[in-house]
């Protein structure tokens, strides 16, 4: 308990020294009454009638005053107060305010239901310890100390539901300039979490104006600390990749990653093709298709070159079954797909997959689609959605009355389904069966 105790002292000692050297950077600026009213629903009023008659601050925290001063409505509201848990808990229970999620009260979040909204209210903290992944807090009443605990600048904001923003490490003149970093040390706020070394690359894909007018110096420290996301699960790396590589230059930024290492540590093979993941990119804004339009799957196969890799990335990063079906598909098909000189081919790939494979109609277009899509054939993808799957005229049973014996049935299929596909698909199911010859699956 001492040390416990005596590390906590120390801490606040930090806190203090860092108080009186940084207090002259808080910047506060109001803003206009639209947007603010934008925010301000009927729950969030009344939550703030709350806090305000029980004594206690509360503020919108984050990304939602981030995206207020981008001119973006936020659709979620995190919530910043001086209210501990207990006494949260206690206010709500006087008020008759229900409570939902209360697995977050260890950190000290206490969810509020009003107005049919859930609303997330977190008292403010300072780490105490952490270890990359997980932080042992400490609860506070200092706005400033809470903030230096957040990742970038433009995430450490806070906004008074009167329309004041409280801005203590220059983040809304970072927005402005379209500059992403770290707040204070980033060795340090990389240390605290190293998901935030993903974090930096997607809001970078979202703040910036240029792709690669990155700051030198975040760049080195990310190249230090990029071991520690060994440490991270890898769901909380899937969440980020996949943002990243559907966001605003999700190419160089991946490539940017490379560069800095990241790539070993969240499932991407050593020799990663950073040449073909660029023509992708490149194919696609030729071909006018938004990549915000296409698989994240589909993307990321440009940069793998065998199963193996893939096998280590998927289980890496812990995708969907989905996820992974259309990651190996596209591998597999790619190479035909970008020599394919005629959608007849297209429409061969089709019936193979569903009259020959059996796969479900819709699940398997969206595939081919995809594939199209890597390929960036925009002509043969306007044919495929106009087009519809004619039905073979054969079935098992027809081939069995042939005297075909049961178990070549399916390779007798597979004959005709051919023959079928030669024919333009028009074939009848007289003259495909009249095709058999019935001795070729007698053995």
């Not at 910047?27 to 947007?35: A, D, P, T």
């Not at 289980?315 to 970008?338: H, N, P, V, W, Y």
Request: some cysteine.
């Amino acid at each position: 308990m001492l040390s416990v105790a005596f590390r906590y002292i120390t801490q606040q000692t930090k806190f203090k020294a860092f108080n009186t050297i940084s207090r002259q950077f808080l910047h506060i600026m109001k803003l206009s009454s639209s947007q603010v009213d934008s925010v301000l629903s009927p729950g969030v009023k009344q939550l703030s009638s709350l806090f305000l008659k029980h004594g206690f601050e509360i503020r919108i925290a984050g990304g939602a005053v981030r995206d207020l001063l981008m001119g973006k409505t936020p659709h979620d509201l995190d919530f910043a107060t001086t209210a501990t848990p207990e006494e949260m808990k206690k206010m709500f229970e006087e008020e008759g305010v229900r409570m939902v999620n209360t697995g977050g009260e260890k950190h000290g979040t206490v969810t509020a239901r009003l107005e049919e909204e859930n609303f997330e209210c977190t008292t403010l903290r300072i780490d105490v310890e952490t270890d990359g992944r997980h932080a042992e807090v400490e609860f506070t009443k200092d706005w400033q100390l809470d903030a230096n605990r957040r990742d970038l600048t433009i995430n450490a904001m806070f906004l008074g539901l009167d329309g004041t923003v409280y801005d203590y490490f220059e983040g809304s003149k970072h927005l402005e300039r379209k500059i992403v970093t770290f707040v204070g040390d980033a060795d340090k706020r990389i240390q605290e979490d190293y998901l935030r070394i993903l974090r930096y690359f997607r809001f970078y894909g979202r703040i910036a104006d240029s792709p690669d007018n990155h700051n030198v110096e975040v760049l080195e420290s990310i190249k230090r600390n990029v071991e520690g996301l060994r440490r991270i699960a890898g769901e909380r790396i899937w969440v980020e990749v996949q943002k990243i590589v559907n966001g605003r230059f999700g190419g160089e930024l991946l490539v940017k990653m490379v560069e800095c290492g990241v790539g070993p540590y969240i499932g991407f093979p050593e020799t990663f093709d950073c040449d073909n993941l660029r023509r992708i990119y490149k194919r696609c804004e030729e071909a006018n298709i938004p990549t915000s339009d296409i698989h994240h799957m589909t993307l990321l196969a440009a940069g793998f070159s065998s199963e193996e890799e893939f096998v280590t990335f998927v289980a890496r990063i812990k995708c969907s079954k989905r996820e992974r079906e259309t990651m190996l598909f596209i591998m597999e098909q790619r190479d035909m797909a970008m020599k394919a000189n005629s959608f007849k081919e297209i429409q061969d790939l089709v019936v193979d997959l569903v009259i020959g494979e059996r796969r479900n109609k819709d699940v398997a277009l969206s595939f081919v689609r995809e594939l199209l899509k890597y390929a960036c054939k925009v002509d043969f993808l306007h044919e495929l959605d106009a087009w519809e799957i004619p039905k073979f005229p054969v079935n098992g049973n027809m081939i069995s009355d042939k005297g075909v014996p049961r178990k070549k049935i399916k390779n007798a299929m597979s004959d005709l389904i051919y023959e079928w596909k030669k024919s333009d698909f028009t074939l009848t199911a007289d003259e495909l069966l009249n095709l058999l010859d019935v001795s070729c699956y007698s053995s």
